[in-house]
Antibody, heavy 119, light 107 residues
């Protein structure tokens, strides 16, 4: 059974870089799309982007220029970096597996990690 | 970006009732439409993908329908554990976008 677990700092200072890791257990990290989604407190869901292989990424244009995704198949981890953060980036960040044969439905999610941007 | 509009924003119904949530896309998404359930403090859970295909393990009282721009999620006999926020999401064209959510409450 595939499980995902986010990790990283819960507090980031404004203008700094938010770095998160998602660790995959129970399945190889190949052959799927691996996504990041965030949810500001009390608000809806925003897709940040996905990474497919080491060269194939797609980001939400609303965050383009600030977001970078990468992965390490050997460690079964994938990563999110978001630069120049502001209070508007305060959210719960989820990693998820996106499956092409499920019409790109996200069938496995991490539990989420709450990140606050504050000095 | 494709905008997803859900209605109603909230609904209150009794156990056993039939509840229908609608989702409209700003442009056609074929049947690349997914529905998620999010309980308080939890990650979203995939209920339906491809507009009408029930995800493994999801109770059969959930049903999805639609194609193109107009979609529905129906809970055919509401149960207490269905109290949650429901989101539609289009996966036809990046950026993937979600509807604003529909809160389902039990009377």
């Amino acid at each position: 059974q595939v499980q995902l677990q986010e990790s990283g700092p819960g507090l980031v200072k404004p203008s700094e870089t938010l770095s998160l890791t998602c660790t995959v257990s129970g399945d190889p990290i190949t052959s799927y799309y691996w996504s990041w989604i965030r949810q500001p407190p009390g608000k809806g869901l925003e897709w940040i982007g996905y990474i497919y292989d080491s060269r194939s990424t797609k980001y939400n244009p609303s965050l383009e220029g600030r977001v970078t995704m990468s992965k390490d198949a050997y460690k079964k981890q994938f990563y999110l970096k978001l630069t120049s953060v502001t209070a508007a980036d305060t959210a719960t960040y989820y990693c998820a597996r996106e499956v092409e044969r499920l019409f790109h439905g996200m069938d496995v999610w991490g539990q989420g990690i709450s990140v606050t941007v504050s000095s | 970006d494709i905008q997803m509009t859900q209605s109603p924003s909230s609904v209150s119904a009794s156990v056993g009732d039939r509840v229908t949530i609608t989702c409209r896309a700003s442009q056609p998404v074929m049947n690349y439409l997914n529905w998620f359930q999010q309980r308080p403090g939890k990650a979203p859970k995939l209920l339906i993908y491809g507009a009408s295909i029930l995800q493994s393990g999801v109770p059969s009282r959930f049903a999805g329908n639609g194609s193109g721009t107009d979609f529905t999620l129906t809970i055919m006999s509401l149960q207490r554990e269905d109290s949650a926020i429901y989101y539609c999401q289009q996966s036809s064209s990046p950026p993937l976008t979600f509807g604003g959510g529909t809160r389902v409450e039990i009377k």
